[in-house]
């Protein structure tokens, strides 16, 4: 398996440099769009509307387009954004699990009762409600059958789609460490879990990495340099994990007391 992001989590002060794999694999037929005349191939082509003529990949940049000009922007430009969170995934709380809607982490699809389907729509939604099940139900769109569970979401019938089981990769495949943790580390792990923990309320974050990179455009469209936020995370050595987890816990306490 190749990673496909490089960083930093962290939570308090310990942190951990890791790598992503993608947890899932699609599983859909490789289909071909063919010409039905002679079934040739069909091929997309990058073409500068202005020239007709075909663009390499290598000349192609990206732009945000202000008024009637594009201001260009680099890859280093999303990074500058905000150079912390391009590298560290950083957790700001724990939360109970029971807390957290399926619409959050799941791909959810709204549904709506047709003509003379509201009393039923209903009869199910309540049901659900009431009993805290949810329905399992598999069906076609676009040409792949999905898995699907239905519930129920701020008074409307809510499917979410999971994979099949076949489509989630072995994670035996990771190089996973087996170094080995005392109890008196763990136990100060789940004291610091304890103090971070929260009742969840997504409202409190904000997308704010779209609006930082809005200030980089305007930036460089007037011509000035945006100042780069220097960031480096370093992985937290094993001698320095209970230092670094009780200087945690003392500025988590501290947060709570000046609060």
């Keep these: 398996m190749r990673s496909i992001w490089n960083g930093t989590i962290s939570f308090g002060l310990v942190s951990i440099p890791i790598k992503i794999y993608s947890g899932s694999e699609e599983r859909t037929l ?18 500068n509307e202005n020239t007709g003529e ?16 594009y201001v260009v922007l680099e890859k280093e430009d999303f990074d ?4 912390k969170k391009s590298k560290t995934i950083d957790i700001e709380e724990f939360i109970e699990e029971k807390d957290v809607a399926d619409v959050l982490f799941k791909k959810p699809y709204f549904l709506e009762p047709q003509k003379d389907g509201e009393k039923s729509y209903n009869l ?11 329905g399992v139900a598999t069906f076609v769109m676009r040409a792949k059958e999905n898995l699907s569970l239905i519930g129920v979401y701020k008074d409307a019938l809510v499917l979410h789609v999971i994979r099949f089981a076949d489509e989630i990769r072995d994670p035996a495949d ?8 005392s109890k008196k580390e763990v136990d100060m792990a789940k004291s610091l879990i304890e103090q971070y923990t929260e009742e969840f309320d997504f409202e409190k974050y904000k997308d704010i990495y ?9 930036a460089k469209r007037g011509g000035k340099k945006t100042k ?17 987890l009780k200087a945690s816990l003392d500025k988590k306490k501290k947060k709570k007391t000046a609060s």
């Design 80 to 83: 500058k954004a905000n150079m």
């Design 174 to 181: 990771l190089k996973l460490p087996d170094t080995k943790v």
């Design 210 to 218: 779209n609006e930082q990179l809005l200030k980089i455009i305007k």
């Design 30 to 47: 490789d289909l071909d769009m063919l010409d039905k005349r002679d079934l040739a191939r069909i091929r997309y082509k990058r073409v």
């Design 228 to 244: 780069v936020e220097k960031f480096e995370s370093k992985p937290t050595p094993a001698k320095d994990l209970m230092a670094q």
């Design 54 to 69: 075909e663009v390499e990949w290598k000349d192609i940049v990206k732009g945000y387009k202000e008024d009637d000009s």
């Design 124 to 134: 199910l939604k309540n049901a659900l409600k009431d009993t805290g099940k949810l």
